[in-house]
């Protein structure tokens, strides 16, 4: 028979079995831990893109994506992708390549939007802040006046590689003085930080599920103005990428739901859930418990004797770059926390490679009992290490700043 023998060559063996994975406590810049009823949430069946009993949730993903993105102006959607997506959908919808972008840059995420803009052959000014600070604006208004004119400004709100917190207020005014679009990556900041679209005239804001919105990764929640989307639709030529043009996914979440690409509808479900979850706790609520836990963990390291990267002002509380102490192997440390104590943490990208930790505590994962186990874990680790800390010490300056909450 022709083909037997292959078949019979890639006969399955019964080597494979259903996945199984450790329950870790994600303490890393992203994924964070997510709540179960997030995960049953995706486990529901699975219905048509168009089918009504489904286009509900994505209505109300919608809905509930105003509210969080704090717009009514602007259209909310997910795209299906993770935050690169999101990024890129951007670039490659709100830029021709006759047009000009401005990148304020200080980190490992704006050097990555500033080679999607290059791929899409646009003139791409990528302004230089100092990695572990914010971005000086003034850098940004005296670039602007050599240009005549510039379609498109971008900037990080919360740089994820070091931690820290841009101030978008003025960005965005300034490329309001100068009629250019905005466009904010808010990967890390939705659900953790102060974002204002309408208030702050931001055109095009793209996040992603697994930070602290604490869900899977896979989907990309956006907020696009009107007068963006208005020239997508006016573009000479248009978006190179088909699947990521921004006008056409919108369509699908506009009313009546034009297909698009088939949307992945368990992670839809999953978005809802993790939504529904945030809106209950409150924004102002889950803002608060990041912050308290970030403070909470930024006493217990300081007590521990290891030093922060991130200056005061301009901290995040969702990431908490440390620097690897002198003779410490950073790598060795990140993998005696996920085998012996099931916990993963980050290291450096980019210029902070091998120089630092990096302690995500977003969404689900923003606890205090995860700050003192993590703590607690350092204290044996580190002195093993050679790294000399006096028993405890961590973990209570941690409690006490607790205590001092309440
Ligand atoms: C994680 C992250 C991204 C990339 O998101 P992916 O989901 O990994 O594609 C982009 N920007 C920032 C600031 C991030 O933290």
């Known amino acids: 028979m022709i083909g037997s023998k292959t078949i019979k060559k890639f006969t399955m063996t019964n080597t494979y079995e259903v996945a199984k994975l450790p329950e870790r406590i994600l303490l890393g810049p992203g994924p964070c831990n997510v709540d179960s009823r997030v995960l049953e949430a995706m486990s529901k069946p699975i219905t048509s893109y168009k089918d009504p009993a489904f286009l509900r949730y994505v209505e109300e993903v919608s809905e509930m994506l105003k509210i969080l993105f704090q717009t009514q102006e602007n259209t909310t959607f997910a795209i299906s992708g993770t935050g690169s997506a999101g990024m ?24 990555r939007m500033a080679e999607m803009a290059r791929r899409v052959g646009c003139n791409t000014v990528v302004l230089e ?11 940004l208004e005296t670039e602007l006046k050599k240009h005549k004119q510039v379609k498109l400004i971008a900037a990080v709100q919360a740089e994820t590689s070091t931690g820290i917190l841009q101030d978008i207020e003025p960005i965005s005014k300034l490329a309001r003085d100068h009629n250019a679009f905005t466009m904010i990556d808010s990967v890390t900041s939705l659900g953790g930080n102060t974002l204002m679209v309408d208030e702050w005239n931001l055109d095009y804001c793209y996040s992603a599920t697994q930070k602290c919105l604490a869900c899977p990764p896979g989907l990309s929640p956006v907020a696009l103005s009107q007068r963006a989307r208005e020239s997508i639709k ?13 006008d056409l996914i919108a369509g ?11 949307i992945p509808i368990s ?6 859930e993790a939504l529904r979850i945030l809106l209950l706790e409150g924004i102002d609520v889950r803002f608060e418990r990041h912050r308290q836990n970030g403070e909470a963990l930024r006493n217990g390291v300081v007590a521990l004797g290891l030093k922060l990267l991130a200056p005061k002002e301009s901290k995040l509380d969702q990431v908490t770059p ?3 102490p002198k003779g410490i192997d950073g790598d060795k440390v990140q993998q005696i926390l996920l085998n012996n104590y099931n916990i993963e943490i980050g290291t450096g990208f980019g210029q902070f490679a091998g120089k630092i930790w990096r302690i995500g505590l977003m ?12 703590l607690s874990a350092f204290e044996e680790i580190l002195p093993k290490e050679g790294f000399e800390i006096a028993s405890g010490i961590g973990v209570e300056a941690a409690s006490e700043t607790y205590l001092s909450f309440d």
């Not at 802040?129 to 850098?139: A, H, L, N, Q, S």
């Not at 699908?252 to 698009?260: K, N, Q």
């Open 234 to 246: 006016n573009r000479t030529t248009p978006p190179s990428s088909w699947y990521l043009d921004l």
């Open 363 to 374: 969404g689900e994962s923003s606890k205090s009992e995860y700050v003192l186990k993590l």
């Open 252 to 262: 699908y979440w506009d009313r009546p739901h034009t297909y698009h690409h088939t």
């Open 322 to 324: 440390i620097w690897i």
């Open 129 to 139: 802040g100092d990695w572990g600070k914010p971005f000086p604006v003034e850098k």
């Open 88 to 111: 890129e959908a951007g670039i490659n919808s709100l830029l021709e390549p006759t047009d000009t972008i401005i990148i304020c840059n200080c980190g490992f995420f704006g050097e």
């Open 267 to 272: 992670l839809v479900l999953g978005l809802h």
